[in-house]
């Protein structure tokens, strides 16, 4: 069987022990962007370049007219909980 069957099968498998209450549930922290920028205390201008994006753009996540997905929405999660090291590793090198 190729990998890919091997893996398709394994999906289901655990798909199936979910439903039926079986197994480790994984919960994904739903954040929203204005949430984390508040929590933090930062202003839009501020927030996007930490998450390597144009004001404009961030603007329309925080309005809805975007969605936050994928990279960017690990990156929210951790700007939440440490926005000095982000702030860190986003400074130019000498």
């Given amino acids: 069987m190729s990998t890919f069957g091997q893996e398709l099968i394994e999906s ?18 739903v954040l929203t962007p204005r949430e984390v920028r508040k929590q933090i205390n930062l202003t839009q201008a501020q927030m996007a370049p930490l998450m390597g994006m144009s004001l404009s753009g961030y603007r329309k996540w925080e309005q809805g007219r ?5 990279p960017a929405a690990t990156l929210l999660q951790v700007i939440a909980k440490e926005p000095e090291a982000v702030k860190r590793a986003l400074q130019p090198t000498e």
């Avoid at 289901?12 to 922290?29: I, K």
Wanted: proline share 4%; no cysteine.
């Fill in 12 to 29: 289901l498998t655990e798909a199936l022990a979910h439903a039926r209450g079986e197994g480790p549930a994984t919960v994904h922290v």
């Fill in 66 to 70: 975007r969605r936050v997905s994928g």
